[in-house]
């Protein structure tokens, strides 16, 4: 019974009328003045269907592929929806492509800005049962709603986008890591400390801490000083995170984790994972969890209390990015935001967090 309840629940978090496919970056003619227009970078080890275009697949390339894509967003956006074109992109109504460009690595990099706030880029890598369109419009909601000053980058790693494809997915990331690892490598080249964010979500988080260990073992800690690190209920085994983070080292901000106990779809992986638990569902009322955490020098935060808009609550951090800035999990929050290492729980109303510990509170954050 158990097993068919947490098969159920991957089938509600994967099952939707008509997935996009690649006619919604069909390019439109330009957006009406009323629209807000944000340009977005991709690196993708996802093959093209055709050199010319930028349409891709779920095989596997060894290269990586790059584009560009000018996205507007409808004047009825509602904050951590995607309007998505059905059945054809609409600027008034429905996110659409209004500009594109196949690149190279060179032609990629010379492309990103390079002034002021500008110059900051966040790299996003997305989860288990994404195909490119869906990570790239979810990315520029992202964007638009945290208005945060920087270049949004989607590194797309080959998921199949299909329930079947838990494995394959598995197996795609970790194939993509090399390429995630030079891409970080070239975007810090001649940037300052902080300038890379990199956002990983679910799968995506396994796949970025595995970048960061390749970063560590290649003696790179010129690229890890760097970069600010944030992962979203990422589906990594919890003694396998312990080992990465054992050559990592700690990370200056701490690298940070957001995390739900409630996490159904990560209860399922904790099911095929033999009963280990996930990193993304670690309880951080739990004392053992809060010492290893601030042994290891990572801050977890709880942001149960933020609405998921998925059955399985895997999405929470969707609502997150439209509290920036107000909230940046990446620095600090109000007053009573810590930016050091440990365990603390996100209040959604105040926007801050708080230590479920008092003691350990009042030692981190004195009043």
Same mark, same amino acid.
């Given at each position: 019974m158990k097993r068919f309840s947490l098969f159920l629940i991957m089938a509600m978090l994967t099952s939707c009328a008509g997935r996009p496919g690649p006619e919604v970056l069909e390019t439109v003619s330009k957006a009406p003045a009323t629209t807000n227009t944000i340009t977005v970078y991709s690196a993708t080890t996802r093959p093209r269907k055709d050199p010319a275009q930028n349409i891709f697949t779920n095989g596997r *390339?060894? *290269?990586? #592929?790059?584009?560009?894509?000018?996205?507007?967003?409808?004047?009825?956006?509602?904050?951590?929806?995607?309007?998505?074109? +059905?059945?054809?992109?609409?600027?008034?109504?429905?996110?659409?492509?209004?500009?594109?460009?196949?690149?190279? !690595?060179? *032609?990629? &990099?010379?492309? &990103?800005?390079?002034?002021?706030?500008?110059?900051?880029?966040?790299?996003?890598?997305?989860?288990?049962?994404? #195909?490119?369109?869906?990570?790239?419009?979810?990315? @520029?909601?992202? +964007?638009?709603?945290?208005? &945060?000053?920087?270049?949004?980058?989607?590194?797309?790693?080959?998921?199949?986008? @299909?329930? @079947?494809?838990?494995?394959?997915?598995?197996?795609?990331?970790?194939?993509? !890591?090399? #390429? &995630?690892?030079?891409?970080?490598?070239?975007?810090?080249?001649?940037?300052?400390?902080?300038?890379?964010?990199?956002?990983?979500?679910?799968?995506?988080?396994?796949?970025?801490?595995?970048?960061? +260990?390749q970063l560590k073992l290649e003696g790179r800690e010129d690229v890890l000083a760097k970069l600010t690190v944030v992962l979203a209920a990422p589906d990594i085994d919890a003694d396998v995170f312990i080992s990465q983070l054992n050559v990592i080292g700690k990370m200056s901000p701490p690298l940070t984790v957001l995390v739900s106990p409630d996490d159904r779809a990560l209860e399922a992986s904790t099911f095929l994972g033999s009963g280990v638990p996930r990193v993304g569902a670690l309880d951080v009322r739990d004392e053992f969890v809060r010492e290893a955490a601030v042994k290891a020098g990572v801050r977890l935060i709880d942001i149960s209390a933020l609405k998921a808009s998925d059955p399985g609550n895997h999405d929470r951090f969707i609502a997150l990015a439209s509290m920036n800035p107000n909230f940046d999990v990446a620095t600090n929050g109000k007053a009573n935001s810590v930016g050091k290492a440990g365990a603390f729980v996100f209040d959604a109303i105040g926007a801050t967090l708080s230590s479920p510990f008092r003691l350990a509170s009042r030692a981190v954050n004195p009043q």
């Open positions: *390339s060894i *290269s990586t #592929n790059y584009a560009r894509f000018t996205i507007s967003i409808p004047p009825t956006h509602k904050s951590g929806q995607i309007e998505w074109p +059905r059945p054809k992109p609409d600027p008034q109504k429905t996110f659409a492509v209004t500009g594109q460009a196949v690149l190279n !690595r060179e *032609s990629f &990099l010379k492309a &990103l800005p390079d002034k002021d706030q500008e110059r900051r880029v966040v790299v996003f890598v997305h989860g288990y049962n994404y #195909n490119f369109q869906e990570s790239l419009f979810r990315l @520029a909601q992202l +964007r638009a709603d945290s208005n &945060l000053p920087a270049t949004p980058i989607l590194f797309s790693w080959p998921s199949q986008a @299909a329930l @079947a494809g838990y494995i394959a997915d598995k197996d795609s990331a970790t194939f993509s !890591r090399d #390429n &995630l690892t030079q891409l970080l490598i070239d975007l810090t080249k001649d940037r300052r400390r902080g300038e890379v964010m990199v956002f990983g979500h679910s799968m995506g988080g396994w796949l970025t801490t595995e970048a960061l +260990r």
